[in-house]
């Protein structure tokens, strides 16, 4: 299993943003709907060993953590709107501490990254990290701030983790993750 | 300069399509709004150095091809809507036999993908091609299709082309871009 975490600092947590507007009512929802595409489509078929984390920071509810399953998610289209309505239908249903499945393949919860990373191990994709094809083994799981960097708290949090870079320019994070993809599709396959 | 060229095969060219359903309305469009992205968003900035064609082959008024000069746009945003929108404002200019400027930096022209062919030699992006990590010296210009693969008469017009892989798995042409720019990068900057 592949997880990836996205850590949206303003992403809306009420349900209530527009699907017109993801990246202003949404609190750039653009960047993590582009994140879910990333992290779980190959073309004609779905990643589905593939797990992507959603850590919503925003008003007017925070913060709320939104799995996508690669392995159960049904009718996903890569466009940005689909995995926005799919966001919009999770953070509408009442939230517990537990995951919670609001469509087939989406979870919500309440918690956000400090809960998480003591769930699971995250890497850090950093632009400052180690050359990721210079890693001879790579981990399976990944942590990416959207447009903003991490916070001082949350560096101090990630303080412990291993960091790796994509490439030498500093790139999206949905961006960051195909790249990641690709090395790990190689390995994979042996051809590297 | 590096140029991307993506077919949209059933691509609206009329204008008309709505911002609220680019996959449907648009033809696709969502596919081709992406492949904008990749081929000219860096974190915080923009590929200037990169131009992306989109050739527009749905109706009602086929065919069209539309240019995005990294170093000309303005008001560029990565969401699909954004991009989106400057192509609808491209689609709904006069179009004449050569490029006419619509918004800062994105262009407009009749014509489609064999009067391409025959200004700019692309290489095809393509997963039976050859792996580019394995490319001693990489070409500047690539070509790509969208959902659908390569009709038979645009396989006709593209059989000198070389080919190149971006890896194992097929992709979407957004994320083949974005692995592409990866390799490029690399190169330049003396990491691989």
Same mark, same amino acid.
């Given at each position: 299993?592949?997880?990836?975490?996205?850590?949206?600092?303003?992403?809306?947590?009420?349900?209530?943003?527009?699907?017109?507007?993801?990246?202003?009512?949404?609190?750039?929802?653009?960047?993590?709907?582009?994140?879910?595409?990333?992290?779980?489509?190959? $073309?004609?078929?779905?990643?589905?060993?593939?797990?992507?984390?959603?850590?919503?920071?925003?008003?007017?509810?925070?913060?709320?953590? +939104?799995?996508?399953?690669? $392995?159960?998610?049904?009718?996903? $289209? *890569?466009?940005?709107?689909?995995?926005?309505?799919? +966001?919009?239908?999770?953070? $509408?249903?009442?939230?517990?501490?537990?995951?919670?499945?609001?469509?087939?393949? &989406?979870?919500?919860?309440?918690?956000?990254?400090?809960?998480?990373?003591?769930? +699971?191990?995250?890497?850090?994709?950093? %632009?400052?990290?180690?050359?990721?094809?210079? &890693? *001879?083994?790579?981990? %399976?799981?990944?942590?990416?701030?959207?447009?903003?960097?991490?916070?001082?708290?949350? %560096?101090?949090?990630?303080?412990?983790?291993?960091?790796?870079? &994509?490439?030498?320019?500093?790139?999206?994070?949905?961006?960051? +993750?195909?790249?990641?993809?690709?090395?790990?599709?190689?390995?994979?396959?042996?051809?590297?």
């Amino acid at each position: 299993m592949k997880r990836f975490a996205i850590v949206g600092h303003v992403a809306e947590t009420g349900g209530t943003f527009s699907l017109n507007d993801l990246p202003g009512s949404g609190g750039r929802m653009d960047v993590l709907c582009r994140c879910v595409n990333s992290s779980l489509f190959l $073309s004609h078929d779905l990643r589905r060993d593939v797990e992507c984390y959603l850590v919503l920071c925003g008003e007017p509810d925070p913060e709320k953590t +939104i799995l996508f399953r690669g $392995s159960g998610v049904r009718h996903l $289209s *890569p466009d940005e709107r689909s995995s926005a309505a799919f +966001i919009k239908k999770a953070l $509408s249903i009442p939230c517990g501490d537990e995951f919670r499945e609001s469509t087939p393949g &989406v979870y919500v919860r309440r918690g956000g990254l400090s809960r998480l990373l003591a769930e +699971i191990p995250f890497a850090v994709l950093d %632009e400052a990290g180690e050359d990721l094809r210079r &890693v *001879p083994e790579l981990p %399976e799981n990944y942590l990416l701030s959207d447009h903003q960097n991490f916070t001082p708290a949350e %560096e101090e949090a990630i303080a412990g983790a291993a960091r790796y870079s &994509v490439g030498p320019r500093s790139l999206h994070a949905d961006h960051a +993750i195909t790249v990641l993809l690709n090395e790990i599709d190689r390995r994979e396959s042996g051809w590297v």
